[in-house]
């Protein structure tokens, strides 16, 4: 084991790496990993790129009444347009002008910008109209995410491995037997060997989601999806709003165990991630496999029950460790209240797992090791050291996780939110999100510098996203393999800002990217399956394949296209999209894989995002006037006090899930509680409830401690909010 653990940061690649090679088409056949099958004639042009497009880009979804409403329009015009909003009826119900914005390099074209957010009505069909051209009809709504919640949600269910997936929850369209489970002609994953010379014995692999449009598992790709999907929980549970998610509330089996049902979803790949793990007295114990799938490629279309390729497991790497670490110590931190055995279990293997890539740091995935599935090499893992340190701590508190957090020089560098975002390969952000956000022992001057890198990273993005037509929080050149997975986590960055500031702005940046995705960008149209006009609906995939057999179904609603990837790493794109700008070169077509496939990876961050966008502001606030808070200080001495807090339901209705804000007069700064997660910065300090008292009937009361120090005198706060309005 090396005394001193690599820490550096790493060099920002020019080029995103594809997770995975997929099928090419070449003259007048599809090659698939060498095997020709479906003739070229049987792909035929998608509907999206078939459509018109109209020259007032907007998002196709719609509005929510109280969130940024802007359209971009694609026009040669120099001086200022009129446009104007028409509902259903075709009633003008608001006007003004566009602002001209000239040349917008990444899409090629010159734009304006209509700005309609001060409009605040609600309503289906309406069209803003500039120029002579209308938009495609939109919905200004306050619902208006909750069916995209669940549909990107859903995603994870239709891509479960080793599990049957029924009629009743996904359509007749969708429903399949278990593919994987060693029912021929598969191999099955209950019992898969290693490549040669990997190991010598099998191991039991099977659930999980399949990565993308191929049968392969990735631990790297697994571990960011999953963390991404318990986090979007843990999220809005801090905030109080995890009613939505909880359980009953998405479409999946699990559903009515008292378990929240994204918890149940994220479980399917957690099991999976610990499966992966090397047994003990194995060579490489507690180390995790890089990843299981088909000794070769299999062919398009084919659904997983079909798939008759042996599988086999690879070499096991430090970088799929570390995501194995990182997922299975927050695994345990969020999954207490509802599994405590399950959580021991997460925490018992993220405990061998971080001690095993310790002893073993540099046993990295070869770029070379791409047949019958993606590569997904790194050979860069100081930020995976320092993700899984950072839950590690975070769950555990030990000091030795503190030291290997403190010591890395990812916990000093800028770069850990990098100009592209992070990604499967660059996970020191997830670790500094986490730092930022859960209750943790980091002195007070280190935390404050940690939360101000999330809001810095934020604010660039909101100073690229000001700068461009299209308000898109990538860079020019940021138009890689998954691009719109990018722009999704980026809005991540944007919302945590939000929450740690309260600043309405990055909420603001946060939902503009979901006007990107959903048709406000270079083509004007949505890459989210069946959200919008015209949508993406043909992404790669080898068993939703309507475009290479008919009687196969296009992918379900809610799932993400890649995007726009200026490198035309395949034929497809290639031939249809020669001289594109980087913004613009995307195609709806099943075989171009470097554009249009869909990943675990890239729909993780759509349904974090829309989950987000999803809540309401206005769902758990009390009537104005309906709390009271009595602020006792217990305890006073010449350079700290205690206080004892207690709020008051007043009002006629239950609050669940309670948050109250207050503001030190006098520089007081809270150095520990008991009975409430509170956070400070600066003089606003927020209250939120635990599990135990979250609920707050007509009528109840909820106390909590605080300690504290001051400097001259220790006034108590004068005025106080539950969940954004006043008590009295």
């Given at each position: ?75 040669t015009a120099t001086q200022s347009l009129t446009w104007q909003l028409r509902d259903a009826s075709g009633a003008v119900v608001a006007s003004g002008a566009t602002v001209p914005r000239g040349a917008d390099a990444p899409s090629g074209q010159s734009v ?617």
């Open positions: 084991m090396p005394s001193v653990l690599p820490s550096s940061p790493r060099p920002r690649p020019s080029l995103r790496r594809p997770g995975h090679l997929a099928a090419v088409l070449v003259t007048g056949s599809l090659l698939v990993g060498g095997l020709l099958s479906a003739p070229a004639s049987a792909v035929v042009p998608s509907a999206a790129s078939a459509a018109a497009t109209s020259a007032v880009r907007v998002n196709q979804v719609g509005y929510l009444p109280e969130g940024p409403k802007r359209a971009t329009v694609v026009t304006q910008v209509a700005d309609f957010s001060s409009y605040r009505g609600s309503g289906s069909g309406y069209v803003l109209a500039v120029d002579g051209n209308n938009s495609v009809p939109f919905d200004i709504r306050a619902n208006l995410y909750d069916s995209l919640r669940s549909d990107a949600m859903a995603f994870f269910h239709h891509q479960r491995s080793g599990a049957p997936i029924d009629a009743s929850l996904v359509g007749s369209a969708y429903a399949r037997p278990a593919g994987h489970l060693g029912v021929a002609p598969n191999k099955g994953d209950t019992s898969v060997p290693c490549q040669a010379g990997v190991c010598d014995y099998t191991q039991d692999v099977r659930g999980g989601w399949y990565d993308a449009g191929d049968h392969g598992k990735y631990v790297v790709n697994g571990g960011i999806s999953t963390w991404l999907m318990v986090n979007s929980f843990e999220r809005a549970k801090r905030a109080g709003k995890d009613a939505a998610l909880g359980d009953s509330t998405l479409r999946v089996p699990e559903r009515g165990n008292g378990v929240p049902d994204v918890l149940d979803e994220a479980r399917w790949e957690l099991d999976f991630l610990l499966r992966m793990q090397v047994p003990a007295n194995k060579p490489y114990a507690g180390m995790a496999f890089h990843k299981v799938h088909d000794a070769e490629w299999t062919a398009m279309p084919m659904r997983p029950e079909q798939d008759a390729q042996p599988r086999e497991l690879h070499r096991p790497s430090t970088a799929a460790t570390l995501n194995l670490a990182a997922a299975a110590a927050q695994c345990a931190r969020v999954y207490r209240p509802y599994d405590a055995a399950f959580a021991d279990r997460c925490l018992s293997a993220a405990r061998r797992a971080w001690t095993a890539a310790r002893a073993n740091p540099a046993l990295y995935a070869p770029d070379s090791d791409s047949t019958g599935g993606g590569a997904y090499g790194d050979a860069v893992v100081t930020d995976e050291f320092y993700w899984a340190a950072a839950e590690l701590y975070a769950t555990t508190g030990d000091s030795g996780y503190r030291d290997a957090v403190t010591g890395s020089t990812w916990h000093t560098s800028p770069t850990a939110f990098s100009a592209y975002g992070f990604g499967w390969a660059d996970t020191a952000a997830l670790g500094r999100l986490t730092l930022a956000t859960v209750p943790g022992g980091l002195p007070a001057a280190d935390l404050a510098r940690v939360r101000s890198s999330v809001t810095t990273a934020a604010d660039g993005y909101l100073a690229r996203m000001a700068a461009q037509g299209y308000a898109v929080p990538v860079p020019a050149d940021g138009y890689f393999w998954g691009s719109n997975g990018e722009v999704a986590n980026d809005a991540i960055v944007l919302a945590v800002a939000g929450e740690l500031t309260g600043d309405e702005r990055y909420r603001t940046g946060a939902l503009e990217t979901m006007d990107y995705l959903l048709g406000r960008n270079a083509i004007g149209q949505s890459y989210v399956s069946g959200h919008g006009e015209t949508s993406s609906r043909n992404q790669h995939h080898r068993f939703w394949a309507h475009q290479l057999d008919a009687s196969l179904p296009h992918p379900p609603a809610g799932s993400l296209a890649g995007g726009p990837n200026s490198g035309l790493q395949d034929p497809v794109a290639k031939e249809k999209l020669s001289g594109c700008a980087p913004a613009a070169c995307y195609v709806d077509d099943i075989g171009s894989y470097s554009t249009n496939e869909v990943a675990v990876n890239w729909n993780a961050p759509l349904a974090w995002l829309a989950a987000y966008a999803a809540e309401r502001t206005s769902t758990v606030e009390p009537p104005a006037g309906a709390c009271t808070v009595t602020y006792k200080n217990d305890n006073v001495w010449s350079t700290g006090f205690t206080a004892t807090v207690t709020v008051k339901n007043t009002g006629p209705k239950p609050v669940d899930g309670w948050q109250l804000s207050w503001a030190y007069p006098a520089g007081q700064r809270v150095t520990s509680t008991w009975n409430a997660t509170v956070t400070q910065d600066g003089p606003a300090v927020v209250a939120r409830s635990t599990d135990w008292n979250r609920t707050l009937a007509p009528g109840a009361t909820a106390s909590f401690g605080i300690q504290g120090t001051y400097g001259g005198t220790n006034p108590s706060p004068t005025a106080y909010t539950l969940n954004g309005t006043a008590c009295t």
